[in-house]
């Protein structure tokens, strides 16, 4: 989502940098677009479809290759029915035009219940709260970052991860700007983050404990009578329901568990609700945990009893140019529970079901196991919990197509690899974060390279396994006039269509592809607007305070508080120049110092008699890795942190920077029987782990030998 100018020579990058002019992002820029063009002249990066035999692998063509795929995953299907393929797709996919209107089309052609993508190991909670309270999973409200005077940051650190759920290209400067007009803005994060240390406040929190305190939040404004909803309350119900389920959370109660004195939440709930303009937003750090589902939903509570949705400077939503959210979708958009897992029994979501039970799918033997495997843009291996088991599950498959152009952790498990066009090579229009942004925007990129005469778009590819596997007529005709219109002219009519749209009128005025075309740098369409109760989709068009799936998954967290814990809880953290698991084969990305360390408080290191430096092992009951250890006072005592996207340089693997900074995987630590069962997301965070010190340390370094 940020605009790039970016300079060619022939076929050679010679520079990029940020769009000054951009609507969205005004110049912003981070090191991971800079090294786009390291992700194009990857010599790693495959080009053409491969093949593996036994550890060999060989290029093959791509008719050979469509047409190995197309037979293996039917053959599966014929012989274990419709069930035993399965589907993961990744982070990446929603970067994608073409695979955002591709994959759906794909995923309905196999008919497959053992849907997965990493909505599971992120947002999953959102999208729940945003369904039950909103009517639709899509309605996700966003802070008006531009406006606000008092905002609350919970579980997210978007100095480094650049918003989410709240894109907002140049995070930093528009948080200093709440500053510069009187505003404040508090974190709440068990680690002092790049965001924390801008911050006006910052409070230490025990990961896992967001909803107790949110409770806590909400029972204050409630017995101060500070509860003010504005125009929200013509068109709220649940209000007193949900009075009356916070009641039992007073500060006093919740603050031994979450490790915040009452005072200081009582201050902070005052503050929220007598701020001018003010918003509370959480993102990973409160979605992936076991409470994820009922503090979302408390996030959006305390927005909406505060009077704070839909309102200037509070969290509201986007209006823009291409919409998910569609107008037929009224009272309908509610699908989640609707069936749940073989195994584990975990509820579906949307048509997906959690990848942490991924695994057990894969390897309990039974009717309805999954044999096949189709991963798109994704490393499930690293990136969900429990990665080793789900590693030896995935190598033990029939049949394992990957659509990816790296041979990573998970790919190298591949039968066939079949790898799409770099980011460069291809158009863009960001259909999900449009949705998600501070300020309504649109923006097409036309591709900066032509692609080569023998590379397919990852759209293309997913067209001809659609129009192969597709059982029936309509299917496959369907996938065959799209893929014949191409994802620009589906882009072209959802444009014409939309709010802003010309229509097709030849003399129309307004949003269309010709229109981006002649706007490089975005098309501002203004500061976000109210848009309540129009845009509601709950079947009464009115605002669910207090759905009742929420309401009993409070009993559960009141069970939460006479649990106690006395060993070391880990957490996860992300670094600028990282993404996820999968740019490290940049070497401008990685080079410097090591960043995949153990973060540890200087009270625990001395404990355990532990210096920095050290080499330690951290073991799980899932499984141990041994990683150098950085003590610092930055977490809070009894909190470690590990980053997540790292142990790379595995056999069969094919990313040679990688593999010299391979660092480990924290998936090898996470738990898959962690989750917040209320909605099937991973519980990464708090993990209960164990560190001592590695029991051989050698004097060399590991890493380099290892390379
Ligand atoms: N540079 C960079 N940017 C990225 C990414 C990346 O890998 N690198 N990934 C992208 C993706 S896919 C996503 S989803 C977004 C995520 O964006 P963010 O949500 O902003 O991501 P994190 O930096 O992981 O922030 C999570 C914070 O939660 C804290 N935390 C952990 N456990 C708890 C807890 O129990 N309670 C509270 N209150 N806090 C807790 C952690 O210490 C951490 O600071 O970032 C995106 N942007
Ligand atoms: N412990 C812990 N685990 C986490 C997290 C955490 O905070 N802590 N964060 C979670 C989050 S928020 C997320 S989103 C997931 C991410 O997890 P995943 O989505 O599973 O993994 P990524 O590392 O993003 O891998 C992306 C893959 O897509 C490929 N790729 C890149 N671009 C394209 C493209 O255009 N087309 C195709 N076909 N392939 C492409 C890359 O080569 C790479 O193999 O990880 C999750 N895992
Ligand atoms: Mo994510």
């Not at 097409?444 to 397919?456: G, I, L, N, T």
């Not at 620009?488 to 009128?505: C, F, I, K, N």
Request: aromatic share 6%; net charge neutral; glycine share 10%.
């Amino acid at each position: 989502m940020c605009g790039l100018v970016i300079t060619t020579e022939g076929d050679r990058v010679t520079d990029i940098r940020g769009d000054a002019d951009d609507s969205l992002s005004r110049g912003h820029i981070c090191p991971k677009a800079v090294a786009l063009q390291d992700i194009h002249t990857d010599p790693d990066r495959i080009r053409t479809p491969m093949r593996r035999m036994g550890t060999r692998w060989e290029a093959i063509s791509w008719d050979q290759a469509l047409h190995e795929a197309i037979d293996g995953l039917a053959r599966v299907r014929a012989a274990h029915g419709r069930d035993a393929v399965a589907t993961y797709a990744g982070n990446p996919t929603v970067h994608s035009l073409g695979a955002m209107l591709f994959l759906p089309e794909f995923t309905r052609a196999l008919g497959s219940r053992n849907r997965y993508t990493a909505t599971s190991v992120d947002q999953l909670p959102a999208h729940v709260a945003a369904m039950h309270c909103f009517g639709h999973p899509l309605l996700i409200p966003i802070p008006d970052l531009d406006r606000t005077e008092h905002l609350v940051i919970l579980g997210a650190n978007p100095v480094v991860s650049n918003g989410s759920l709240m894109t907002a290209p140049g995070v930093g400067d528009r948080l200093r700007a709440i500053q510069a007009r009187g505003g404040r803005v508090v974190v709440i994060d068990p680690r002092r983050t790049e965001t924390a240390a801008l911050a006006d406040q910052h409070l230490f929190i025990v990961p896992g404990t967001d909803a107790l305190r949110l409770a806590a939040l909400l029972q204050v404004i409630f017995a101060e009578g500070l509860a003010q909803l504005g125009r929200l309350g013509t068109f709220t119900h649940g209000l007193d329901a949900l009075k009356a389920a916070v009641a039992p959370f007073t500060p006093d109660r919740v603050s031994a568990a979450t490790g915040i004195d009452a005072p200081t939440i009582r201050t902070l709930a005052v503050d929220i609700a007598t701020a001018t303009r003010g918003a509370v937003y959480g993102r990973v750090g409160v979605s992936m945990q076991e409470f994820g589902g009922v503090a979302t939903w408390l996030i959006t509570a305390l927005n909406v009893v505060c009077g704070r949705i839909d309102a200037e400077g509070g969290a509201m939503f986007a209006t823009p140019a291409v919409d998910l959210v569609r107008d037929d979708q009224r009272g309908r958009a509610v699908r989640f529970g609707r069936w749940t897992s073989r195994v584990r029994g975990l509820p579906e979501f949307a048509g997906e079901l959690p990848v942490a039970t991924l695994a057990d799918e894969l390897d309990t033997p039974g009717t309805g196991q999954v044999r096949a495997l189709v991963t798109h843009a994704g490393n499930p291996v690293l990136s969900t919990p429990n990665g080793g088991r789900l590693d030896r599950a995935i190598a033990g498959l029939d049949f394992f197509v990957a659509i990816d152009f790296y041979r990573n952790e998970t790919t190298r498990h591949a039968h066939l690899i079949l790898p799409p066009t770099s980011p460069l090579e291809r158009e863009h229009y960001d259909l999900a974060f449009h949705m998600l942004a501070v300020r309504d925007t649109a923006k097409y990129s036309a591709p900066v390279f032509p692609r080569p005469a023998e590379a397919r778009h990852d759209w293309e590819i997913l067209a001809a396994l659609t129009a192969g596997l597709g059982d029936s007529a309509t299917i496959r005709w369907r996938a065959r006039v799209l893929g014949t219109l191409g994802p620009a002219r589906m882009l072209d009519h959802a444009l014409r269509t939309g709010v802003y749209g010309s229509g097709y009128s030849p003399f129309g005025k307004g949003a269309s592809l010709s229109q981006l075309r002649r706007a490089p740098h975005g098309v501002d369409l203004g500061a976000l607007k109210p848009v309540l109760p129009d845009r509601l989709r709950t079947a009464d068009r009115r605002i669910h305070l207090a759905p009742d799936l929420f309401l009993r998954d409070l009993l559960r967290l009141e069970q939460s508080l006479a649990q106690s814990s006395n060993g070391l809880a880990l957490i996860g953290r992300r670094a600028l120049r990282s993404c996820n698991s999968w740019m490290h084969n940049s070497e401008r990305l990685v080079r410097g110092k090591r960043r995949c360390t153990l973060l540890m408080h200087p009270l625990d290191a001395e404990q355990r008699g532990l210096a920095d430096g050290d080499q330690v092992r951290v073991t799980s009951r899932a499984g141990s890795v041994d990683v150098e250890l950085e003590v610092s006072d930055e977490v809070m005592a009894g909190v470690v942190s590990l980053p997540h996207g790292w142990g790379h340089g595995r056999d069969g693997t094919a990313m040679g920077v990688a593999a010299r900074h391979p660092g480990v995987s924290i998936n090898d630590l996470t738990d898959e029987w962690r989750i917040d069962v209320l909605t099937g997301n991973a519980a990464f965070s708090g993990v209960p782990v164990k560190v001592q010190a590695a029991a051989f340390v050698p004097d060399f370094d590991t890493a380099g030998l290892r390379a």
